[in-house]
């Protein structure tokens, strides 16, 4: 609760963070909104007045953001892309978190062969590389929304393990949970209640910034063509407009979409920028 109201009250104080937040917050918006600011079915094709298919018209007040090859209506799409891009995005970053923080977690906390299996394992994941293996992985498993999130779990939890664990094996050097230790509590109850409330202003950081990578990811998938196929995103959106060979001709279907990517990957750094110094206060004083 302290750490809650200390961050909103130096986000306040801190204009990238409130810029960031307020993107995100207009992101949300959208997304719970999206059906009724949708003006028409994303997929639905639109005809003119002589039953000609309106094919890559551009931006105009019936079609805000223009027409794609299909006659498809640009703005429909991307406004419902943005509940694909918040889900990837906020549910595969508390995923990554969650895992990391608590491997991170028990490697420190335990050290010795436990820390020294968890921490190769970790070396070995960190020489993965990243998009092939997400490629290889949802090539295999199949399209899909959930195939993609299940990708950027498995190989970015890396990134929170290891920062987490350098937490760890200072914070539990320190005299209050070697006290608790010779009180008699369990290996769970220091971990969780002793040392976990120390490291989870960092872990809020990782969501913050794990939230743009897996925005990021999802839409470089989409744009390969191993989305959704049924799901409208701002990566297929891409996808479509490339495939076309339309991106040098319809500018109204190729730029949205990734201005929508880059703003919403963007309020993922600045608030996981204002969080790292409401968790670290020597960057406060730079």
């Not at 799409?77 to 991170?104: D, K």
């Not at 992985?137 to 993609?148: F, T």
Request: proline fraction near 5%.
């Amino acid at each position: 609760m302290k750490f809650s109201t200390k961050l909103f009250g130096f986000i306040k104080k801190d204009t990238a963070g409130a810029i960031g937040i307020c993107i995100f917050i207009f992101f949300v918006i959208v997304a719970l909104f999206a059906p009724l600011i949708s003006p028409y079915d994303p997929g639905a094709m639109h005809f003119d007045e002589t039953g000609a298919l309106m094919r890559i018209h551009p931006p105009s007040f019936q079609h805000l953001f223009g027409t794609t090859w299909m006659g498809r209506d640009v703005f429909s799409q991307v406004v419902m892309g943005t509940r694909i891009a918040l889900f990837v995005g906020i549910l595969s970053a508390v995923c990554v978190v969650f895992i990391g923080t608590n491997i991170g977690l028990i490697a420190g906390y335990y050290g010795g062969r436990i820390d020294n299996i968890i921490m190769r394992i970790v070396d070995i994941i960190y020489g993965i590389p990243f998009l092939p293996f997400a490629l290889i992985l949802v090539a295999v498993m199949g399209p899909g929304i959930s195939n993609i999130i299940i990708a950027i779990i498995l190989i970015t939890w890396r990134n929170t393990a290891r920062v987490i664990r350098a937490q760890v094996l200072t914070i539990k050097q320190r005299a209050y949970v070697e006290a608790a230790r010779i009180s008699g509590a369990s290996n769970f109850r220091i971990m969780y209640k002793h040392i976990a409330p120390n490291v989870i202003p960092l872990s809020l950081v990782y969501i913050a910034l794990s939230m743009g990578t897996g925005i990021m990811t999802e839409a470089s998938l989409s744009f390969l063509g191993y989305g959704a196929p049924e799901v409208p995103s701002w990566g297929k959106i891409l996808f479509e407009c490339y495939n076309s060979q339309a991106m040098f001709i319809a500018w109204w279907w190729m730029i949205p979409p990734g201005i929508a990517i880059t703003l919403l990957v963007l309020s993922g750094f600045l608030v996981g920028r204002s969080y790292e110094e409401v968790a670290n206060p020597r960057l406060r004083e730079r």
